[in-house]
């Protein structure tokens, strides 16, 4: 079985500063969607970021970008120029490709400080 | 507005006392999903629906039921509500596409079983 790990329960960042947030998965499959997602203090669930297993190029949104490490079945999403507005709880996510079964992480808070 | 809604937003019940969570979209996606967030646990899957009469189970299926007759809703069936499925819950639906597999949730509904 599939499984998402994320490992920093809380983080804190200076506004502007950069920060990454780490996601590692355990998957025998090779192809797969990873996925980041925001969860402001609203609670609503809002994607950031999504890559597929089968491009080695990172994907990038705006400010936020991933490190992909197939091999290392590693996936962190770099949050530059950190704004008020990115506080929240970050979950990442797994998808089987041909599947719609989603495996979540535990989620990682980001604190901004002012 | 491209919407996923769900009633009640919150609410509050006695164990064994049946009870159902609505999920409607106005977005024509084929894919639909039941999620619970709990502390520390992240989102976990309870069911998924990739059209209509056709359902699968999550990861935490336990004490839950689902149908899908209309494409629009999903409703969440909880037939003998217990303390431990008082939790957050999260509809969410997509497209059925690789490439346009974007999850909307809906704003979620608070559920406490005493």
């Known amino acids: 079985a599939q499984t998402v790990t994320q490992s920093q329960p809380e983080m804190s960042v200076q506004e502007a500063e950069t920060v990454t947030l780490s996601c590692t998965y355990d998957t025998s499959e090779s192809d797969y969607y990873l996925f980041w997602y925001k969860q402001p203090p609203s609670r609503q669930m809002i994607l950031v970021i999504r890559q597929e297993a089968y491009k080695q190029q990172n994907a990038t949104e705006n400010r936020f970008s991933v490190n992909f490490q197939k091999a290392a079945k590693s996936f962190s999403l770099k949050i530059s120029d950190s704004q008020l507005g990115d506080a929240a709880m970050y979950f990442c996510a797994y998808r089987s490709a041909g599947t719609y079964k989603y495996i979540f992480g535990t989620g990682t808070r980001l604190k901004v400080l002012a | 507005e491209a919407q996923v809604t769900q009633n009640p937003r919150y609410l509050i019940t006695v164990t064994g006392k049946k009870l159902t969570v609505t999920c409607s979209q106005n977005?024509?996606?084929?894919?639909m999903s039941w999620y619970r967030q709990d502390p520390g646990l992240g989102l976990r899957q309870i069911y998924y629906s990739m059209n209509v009469e056709v359902t699968d189970k999550g990861d935490v299926p336990e004490g839950y039921k689902v149908s899908r007759k209309e494409k629009r809703n999903f409703p969440l069936i909880l037939e003998s509500p217990s303390p431990n499925q008082t939790s957050l819950y999260f509809c969410?639906?997509?497209?059925?596409?690789?490439?346009?597999?974007?999850?909307?949730f809906g704003p979620g509904t608070r559920l406490t079983v005493l």
């Open positions: 977005m024509n996606h084929e894919y």
């Open positions: 969410a639906s997509s497209f059925a596409r690789e490439w346009a597999d974007t999850q909307y």
